[in-house]
Nanobody, 116 residues
Framework: QVQLVESGGGLVQPGGSLRLSCAAS????????MGWYRQAPGKQRELVAA???????NYADSVKGRFTISRDNAKNTLYLQMNSLKHEDTAVYYC??????????WGQGAQVTVSS
C-alpha cells in the first residue's frame, strides 16, 4: 500500500523557516497534482499549497509569498519551504493528492509550532 510520510516539522520562532518533506512509497508525487494541507487545533484541515504535475503552483492567501511548494519526481518527494513563519502557521501539516479521488490514507503529519 502506498504511504505518505511527512517530516521536517519542529519548533521555530516567529520569522523563522522550516522545510517539510513528504516521501511517497509509490508514484503519486510524480503523476498527480499534490498539495500540502494543515490542521490547527479545533479547526478543519485546509489546503495551503498545491502543485500540478506540470509544476504550476497555487497558494492560500494566508501563505502566499512566504511558502514555496516543490516536487522531486525522481525521488517521489514533495517539499514545502516555509519562511517568515507566524504564530498562526502552527498546525499539523500533511501532504496528499490535490484531487479527492486520488487521495491516499493520510499520513501522521508533521507538527509545526511557531512560538517565541
Amino acid at each position: 500500500q502506498v504511504q505518505l510520510v511527512e517530516s521536517g516539522g519542529g519548533l521555530v520562532q516567529p520569522g523563522g523557516s522550516l522545510r517539510l518533506s513528504c516521501a511517497a512509497s509509490g508514484s503519486i508525487v510524480r503523476f498527480y497534482a499534490m498539495g500540502w494541507y494543515r490542521q490547527a487545533p479545533g479547526k478543519q484541515r485546509e489546503l495551503v499549497a498545491a502543485i500540478t504535475s506540470g509544476g504550476s503552483t497555487n497558494y492560500a492567501d494566508s501563505v502566499k509569498g512566504r511558502f514555496t511548494i516543490s516536487r522531486d519526481n525522481a525521488k517521489n518527494t514533495l517539499y514545502l519551504q516555509m519562511n517568515s513563519l507566524k504564530h498562526e502557521d502552527t498546525a499539523v501539516y500533511y501532504c496528499n493528492a490535490d484531487a479527492p479521488v486520488y487521495r491516499l490514507p493520510w499520513g501522521q503529519g508533521a507538527q509545526v509550532t511557531v512560538s517565541s
